[in-house]
């Protein structure tokens, strides 16, 4: 499961919780199925940070993240790391001086592979909180701004939202469902969201043409209506 550490913001306690995109609460009124299971997300405290995928956070609290990769780069600096690292802790020290996460910071590879072994915080994605939005929204959001997509797979005992990451191909989103529709897969029968929503609904869909069948290098877009098509 995907996890999200929040940093001095209020109002999402840590724990389990659903991603409420609306676009599934659409789906569920158009394609019949006995329940709607949204995607989840693990919201973890502060101090385990390191361990997210995603940072939460505040305008006032980006700094404190600023800072936590600050102190880090200080005390490795303390236990005079070889010359190619200290010349990288360096750069990234003026930059996080300077108001910029090492997110935003460029690298080459050869100063990537020096400090490989460091978990800067500033190099996770941090979605900082707007005024007013509510911690449904923000959570959606996080996703989106930090490389995640969905699919749905629809009818019959539930309609469900299964995250994946931006750029996967179908067979490894059919993997994240069973490793036996990965193992066996042999094709994804495809509706997009917007075709399925304009035409009313599954059946209506695919009566219009809007049925696609695609190879295991599809790149899936979010929000594709998928049917993994696999041999047992």
């Not at 209020?10 to 006995?34: F, M, S």
């Not at 400090?115 to 915080?121: C, E, N, Q, R, S």
């Not at 996080?142 to 969905?150: K, L, N, T, V």
Request: charged fraction near 30%; charge should be negative; hydrophobic fraction near 40%.
């Amino acid at each position: 499961m995907i996890k999200a550490c929040i940093v001095g913001l209020t109002g999402i306690v840590p724990g389990t919780h659903n991603v409420k995109d609306p676009r599934l609460d659409q789906i569920h009124k158009l394609v019949e199925a006995d329940k709607k299971t949204y995607a989840q997300i693990e919201v973890v405290p502060e101090d385990a940070a390191s361990d997210a995928d995603i940072l939460l956070t505040t305008s006032d609290g980006f700094p404190d993240l600023l800072l936590k990769d600050m102190e880090f780069i200080e005390t490795r600096l303390g236990r005079n790391p070889p010359d190619a690292e200290k010349a990288v802790l360096l750069k990234i020290q003026q930059e996080l001086e300077a108001g910029h996460g090492l997110r935003d910071i460029k690298l080459s590879p050869e100063e990537s592979s020096a400090i490989a072994a460091h978990g800067f915080v500033t190099a996770k994605p941090i979605v900082v909180a707007k005024p007013d939005e509510t911690p449904d929204a923000l959570i959606v959001r996080a996703f989106q701004e930090s490389g995640y997509i969905w699919f749905l797979t629809v009818g019959g005992k539930e309609n469900r939202a299964w995250p994946i990451r931006k750029g996967l191909a179908a067979v490894e989103a059919a993997g994240s469902i069973h490793t036996d529709l990965q193992k066996g897969f042999i094709r994804a029968e495809i509706i997009s969201f917007d075709d399925l929503v304009q035409t009313g609904g599954e059946t209506e869909a695919k009566r219009a043409g809007k049925l696609r069948l695609e190879t295991k290098t599809y790149v899936m877009q979010d929000y594709d209506v998928v049917n993994f098509r696999f041999s047992k």
